[in-house]
């Protein structure tokens, strides 16, 4: 099946705790994304991707770090998370040419 | 500076039409998105439109006046399964369109 796969679902974390939340798609596609949502805030763009070791900041990229080593994973590095960083995240990936992206099932993050 | 007006939220009974509109304020423009989120769900992909127009797919329709820097989301024939949260996107020339900047997403209640 089709589909991108963001681990762990939920995480409560403590202040200052490194983590990592990992995105896999294995559906070949160049660009992948990540954004959080917030209450009132919509959706905002955290990092994106346009294909292998190329990356670029989004909207909101302070306090996160992602890489991209190979094509299907793009993992969101937390090194310091702060109670600001609690809030849902989501992965998406989409080919280049089609403008539509498929987006993870989400990461529900509390940061205490 | 790039931002994204929509209402809300929205009401309207089973089987009417509703309009969903959105207008951008955006430096470079490549297309405008609208996508579905049922209540914490993965954001689902609906259509997109990069040139002026209405396409249609389904029940949904969607607009865009480059000129106006505007655009909307007709849904027709109403199902209660509608209620979800709709949010236009823009996808910005910057950085090979890999920027997609959501609006703030309009909450759609459909009533019986």
């Known amino acids: 099946e089709a589909q991108v796969t963001q681990n762990p679902r939920y995480l409560i974390t403590v202040t200052g705790k490194k983590l990592t939340v990992t995105c896999s798609q294995n559906m070949n596609h160049e660009y992948m994304s990540w954004y959080r949502q917030d209450p009132g805030l919509g959706l905002r763009q955290i990092y994106y991707?346009?294909?292998?070791?190329?990356?670029d900041k989004g909207d909101v990229p302070e306090g996160y770090k992602v890489s991209r080593k190979e094509k299907r994973n793009f993992p969101l590095i937390l090194e310091s998370p702060s109670p600001n960083q609690t809030s849902l995240y989501f992965c998406?990936?989409?080919?280049?040419?089609?403008?539509?992206?498929?987006f993870g099932s989400g990461t529900r993050l509390t940061v205490v | 500076g790039q931002s994204l007006e929509q209402p809300s939220e929205v009401t309207a009974v089973e089987g009417a039409i509703v309009q969903i509109n959105c207008t951008y304020q955006?430096?470079?423009?490549?297309?405008l998105s609208w996508y579905q989120q049922h209540d914490g769900g993965a954001p689902t992909f609906l259509s997109y439109n990069a040139l002026d127009g209405l396409e249609e797919t389904g029940r949904f329709s969607s607009f865009l006046s480059r000129s106006d820097s505007y655009g909307y989301l007709l849904l027709q024939e109403l199902q209660m399964k509608d209620s979800a949260s709709y949010f236009c996107?823009?996808?910005?020339?910057?950085?090979?369109?890999?920027?997609?900047?959501f609006g703030q997403g309009t909450e759609l209640s459909v009533k019986p």
């Open positions: 996107a823009v996808r910005s020339l910057y950085n090979q369109g890999g920027k997609l900047i």
């Open positions: 991707s346009m294909n292998v070791e190329v990356t």
């Open positions: 955006t430096s470079g423009f490549y297309g």
């Open positions: 998406a990936s989409r080919p280049a040419g089609v403008y539509g992206y498929t």
